[in-house]
């Protein structure tokens, strides 16, 4: 039978490749420019990456938001807080992200333990991620550390909305009104 995980030990003997502190606001411009490198901001959900995106979290809850660090280079971070939507105590996790050649290497882990703890201590009482369904390495590391899936999203797109050009108003009411 396999021993228990004990995830703080296994995690900082795992981990000295990085540091990981709190991130201060001189850190952001760095991180909003790793964020730049790590996302494919190109497309949604990480096209909305911004620095209000850093703002909001960095606001609400500092102490959640951790950075990774080798000397004085910038390899990771993670960015967290509460309220999730109308729910005052759950934490979310919104955002991680490590350099490539630092992945693989439970340093995501390590970011998300010191977030989850941070958390915990400023009263979360349960902690959600929102993940993208292709992300299978952001699924993978959400499911190794014991999250499970609550519920799945799809986003509809309608295929053209011309077709508002070719009905009067007018029409629209008195078909409505029928
Ligand atoms: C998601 C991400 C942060 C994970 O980082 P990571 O360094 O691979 O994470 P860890 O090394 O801590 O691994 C966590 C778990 O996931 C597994 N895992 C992660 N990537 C994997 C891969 N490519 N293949 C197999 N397993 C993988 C690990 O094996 C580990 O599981 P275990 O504890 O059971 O062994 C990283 O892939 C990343 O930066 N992706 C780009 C940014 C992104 O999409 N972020 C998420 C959305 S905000």
């Known amino acids: 039978m396999l021993p228990e995980k004990e995830p703080a030990v296994t995690i900082s ?30 497309v949604f959900p990480y ?18 938001c951790h950075v ?14 509460m309220p999730f939507f109308d729910q005052k105590y759950w934490g979310h996790v919104e955002w991680i992200g ?24 400023a009263g979360a009482t349960r902690v959600v991620g929102d993940i993208s369904t292709s992300n299978r390495e952001s699924k993978l590391l959400a499911r190794s ?13 309608a295929p053209s909305l011309d077709w508002i050009k070719s009905v009067a108003p007018e029409e629209e009411f008195a078909t409505s009104d029928a």
Do not use: C
């Not at 490590?98 to 201590?121: Q, S």
């Not at 550390?145 to 797109?157: D, I, N, S, V, W």
């Open 68 to 81: 990774a660090e080798v000397g004085s280079r910038k390899v990771g971070f993670v960015l967290a807080s």
């Open 98 to 121: 490590l350099r490539r050649d630092f992945r693989g290497k439970a340093l995501a882990t390590k970011l998300a333990d010191a977030t989850i703890r941070a958390l915990y201590h």
């Open 145 to 157: 550390m014991g999250f499970t899936e609550l519920t799945t999203m799809t986003l509809f797109a």
């Open 47 to 64: 096209s909305v990456w911004s620095l209000g995106a850093i703002a909001k979290h960095l606001d609400q809850q500092p102490e959640a």
């Open 13 to 42: 003997a795992m981990t000295s490749i990085a540091e990981v502190r709190p991130i201060e606001n001189r850190d952001v411009p760095e991180i909003l420019e790793l964020g730049n490198e790590i996302f494919d901001v190109s």
